[in-house]
């Protein structure tokens, strides 16, 4: 191993590798909620949704696709003020955390959005007819009923978000990408590159693997 | 008792508005099960959503015992809801519950403690035979049994009425009877009124008790079923009835089978709501010295007794033809003799 990758600080590697599960967990329970968030308040204010509200609709996903417009690693440069204000610091993985959830919040958002929609609209039906609240509308029916999307739909935003933190190691917030960048490729060291490399795909198909599992798990149709 | 008094849906279209619902005013009884049938597009689908407000009359009212519907603010409305079951063509079921979960669902809206749900889910269960199917999820059943659970789930608060939204349409023939006979048999265990929307007159034949036809929005006809069979006024409510009593008869005597008859005479039996058991044939036969054939014939049943027609061939003395005859017309079948040459 040393003789295939001379320069890789094996300990060095081992903590970049919890830094980037670090940043990959925190990141998607953060997207996770606001993402649930935004996907209801886009689902349910839609037109001729349970809260139909053209004003709150515009907004919201107006916001959504600004911020999915914007490169990822442009919007780290442009949260760093508020990450400074946030955390006093723009470095090391939890000054990344702020920028990967605004990068993939509104990502994960739409993939809600899009969930709920495929809920059956003859149970939401069904349920207002048996004098159900919107609140057990929501959920009792809406989110159970499209938690197998929700999940597959997470794994696809982990698995951006791994990418993202990435590009975050690009400007010192730690993890894989920063050990790959400022280690292996700015000496020259290219089989620290590649070491990371192949971590990073492992990550990948570790939560793809897991992700997949749970979504059959949870899909009763 | 559900009064229906000058409903309207006006649908605002961008073009022009659509009027879905025209001044509809109903009496339903108590215990009764009420038909309302139309082809597609004729606004029946929209008329039932207006009983529970699934959609917003435009005008005219709704009362259910005495309870104004349409005047009630949204809370008081989800709870006079939970009186109100309701039972759908493409079932609704939520996939991500079992048997079980579904119809324990109505019963959490209504916030009863779990012991008790367990044990109204169980009766439910039983009563539309579902036993052994209580955790098997909906993708595990068949279409007859998806719309059992959705009869439980919809029965599972009491309600005083049963609203069922084409709950037969996506079934094949023989799940729609039993089906049907579930419902005659929730009828009359509990009392339920039920008013139920359809484009099968096969299903109003079988379980209804009244029935208004409509069309365009508005109720064009309505009576009794067997009322409405026997004399039906509109065009639409003629080609309701001969989806399931045929073609009307013409002139029979033309008939080959009536033409080959040499000798004895063809007798044309009308029921309307003769009651079955009164086995009428084989009393005739036994009392007079006639033999009966029984050349043709099309009778259905009805909640309200038997309804069609019966062709017979009748050999015999011919004075002892006319006494059969004139006990037959002391029944309350109508007996019509058809000439033949």
Known sequence: ?221 | MIEIDKLSKVFKGSSHDVQAVDQISLQIKKGEIFGVIGYSGAGKSTFIRLINRLEEPTAGTVSIDGQNITTLDKKALRLSRQEIGMIFQHFNLLWSRTVRENIAFPLEIAGLAKNERNERVNQLISLVGLSGKEDAYPSQLSGGQKQRVGIARALANNPKVLLCDEATSALDPETTDSILSLLIDINEKLGLTIILITHEMHVIQKICHNVAVMENGKIVEQGSVLDVFSHPQQPVTKKFVEQVMGKPDQDVSDEPFVQGIESGRVLKLQFVGETTNQALISRVAKQYEVELNIIQGNIKQTQAGAYGALYLHITGEDQVIDQAISFIRSTSVEVEVIDHD
């Not at chain 1, 001379?6 to 990959?24: D, K, R, S």
């Not at chain 1, 935003?157 to 960048?181: E, H």
Request: charge should be positive; glycine fraction near 10%; aromatic fraction near 12%.
């Open chain 1, 1 to 221: 191993m040393t003789k295939l990758f001379p320069n890789v600080n094996w300990f060095a590697l081992l903590e970049a590798t919890g830094e980037t599960f670090y940043m990959t967990l925190f990141a998607l329970l953060g997207t996770l909620i606001i993402g649930i968030v935004l996907g209801l308040l886009l689902y349910l204010t839609t037109p001729g949704g349970l809260w139909e509200n053209r004003l709150i609709n515009f907004i919201i996903a107006a916001l959504v696709n600004v911020f999915r417009a914007i490169p990822f690693i442009i919007l780290i440069l442009l949260l760093i003020p508020f990450t400074n204000i946030l955390l006093g610091t723009f470095r090391g993985p939890n000054a990344a955390l702020p920028a990967l959830i605004v990068g993939s919040a509104p990502f994960y958002g739409r993939l809600v959005e899009i969930a709920l929609r495929e809920v059956d609209k003859g149970v939401i039906e069904a349920a207002k007819a048996m004098g159900a609240k919107t609140s057990t509308i929501i959920f009792k029916v809406l989110l159970r009923e499209s938690i197998p999307a929700l999940v597959s739909g997470l794994t696809v935003t982990a698995i951006a978000i791994i990418g993202y933190t990435a590009v975050a190691g690009a400007i010192g917030a730690g993890g894989l990408g920063d050990y790959a960048y400022f280690h292996g490729f700015t000496r020259r060291d290219f089989d620290i590159v590649f070491a990371c490399t192949v971590l990073i795909v492992l990550i990948v198909f570790i939560f793809q693997f897991i992700g997949d599992r749970i979504t059959n798990k949870l899909d009763k149709r």
